[in-house]
C-alpha cells in the first residue's frame, strides 16, 4: 500500500468560506478516502471516491478525483468552526482494511 | 449502537515497562486495527487481526504483539517501552473487506 500526500499542511480560513486541500499518490489506486481527526481523537470516515469516479458529493463536502495526475482534492463549503480539524487520505484502497496516512493538513476554521 | 471503545483513555509508564491496551469493536465487526500516531503525524498502521490471527504487520518491532479473542475484543502490547512509543494509539474495527472502518478514541501514552 502507498501513503497519500496532503496539502497544505496548514489552512487558517474564516467561517463561511471555502476550503481544499489535495492529497497525491504515486501509484494506482482503486478508491481513495478521506477521514477528519478532531483534535487528537479518532478518525471519521468522510468519504470514499472509486478510481471511475471523477467526482463525489456528500452534504458540503465535495471529492474530486484525477487519475490522470494521481491526485484528490476534498472541499469543504461555507466552512463552520466545527470543521477545524485535521484531515487525511488514504489512497491504499480499502483491500483488507489496512490505512495508510501522510501527515494531513490542519484545516483552521476562524468564528 | 456502540462504537469502538478503547481502554484506558491515558496512560503513563516508565522506559522499560510493558503496557497492555485493549479495545472492543463496534457491534457486527469482526476485523480489528491498531495504530501509532506519534504528535505532529498521522496514523501509522501497527498491525490487523481476524479470527484472532494477525493478518497484516506494519513495520514495528516484535516489541508490538496483540491479541484477538473470540468475542472480537482486541489487545495490543509493548514490552521494553521507549521513550518514542509515547504517542496516540489508535484501534479500528472494520468488516474482513475492509469496509465499515470505525475508529476508537484512542489510548494517550507517555512514556516517561
Known amino acids: 500500500s502507498q501513503q497519500g500526500e496532503e496539502d497544505p499542511q496548514a489552512l487558517s480560513i474564516q467561517e463561511g468560506e471555502n476550503a481544499t486541500m489535495n492529497c497525491s499518490y504515486k501509484t494506482s489506486i482503486n478508491n481513495l478516502q478521506w477521514y477528519r481527526q478532531n483534535s487528537g481523537r479518532g478518525l471519521v470516515h468522510l468519504i470514499l471516491i472509486r478510481s471511475n469516479e471523477r467526482e463525489k458529493h456528500s452534504g458540503r463536502l465535495r471529492v474530486t478525483l484525477d487519475t490522470s495526475k494521481k491526485s484528490s482534492s476534498l472541499l469543504i463549503t461555507a466552512s463552520r468552526a466545527a470543521d477545524t480539524a485535521s484531515y487525511f487520505c488514504?489512497?491504499?484502497?480499502?483491500?483488507?482494511?489496512?490505512?495508510?496516512f501522510g501527515q494531513g493538513t490542519i484545516l483552521t476554521v476562524h468564528p | 449502537d456502540a462504537g469502538v471503545t478503547q481502554s484506558p483513555t491515558h496512560l503513563i509508564k516508565t522506559r522499560g515497562q510493558q503496557v497492555t491496551l485493549r479495545c472492543s469493536p463496534k457491534?457486527?465487526?469482526?476485523?480489528v486495527s491498531w495504530y501509532q500516531q506519534a504528535l505532529g503525524q498521522g496514523p501509522q498502521f501497527i498491525f490487523q487481526?481476524?479470527?484472532?490471527?494477525?493478518?497484516q504487520r506494519g513495520n514495528f518491532p516484535d516489541r508490538f504483539s496483540g491479541h484477538q479473542f473470540p468475542n472480537y475484543s482486541s489487545e495490543l502490547n509493548v514490552n521494553a517501552l521507549l521513550l518514542g512509543d509515547s504517542a496516540l494509539y489508535l484501534c479500528a474495527s472494520s468488516f474482513p473487506d475492509g469496509y465499515g472502518y470505525t475508529f476508537g478514541s484512542g489510548t494517550r501514552l507517555t512514556v516517561v
Open positions: 487481526y481476524y479470527e484472532e490471527e494477525e493478518r
Open positions: 488514504d489512497p491504499g484502497g480499502t483491500s483488507y482494511g489496512k490505512l495508510t
Open positions: 457491534s457486527g465487526h469482526d476485523t
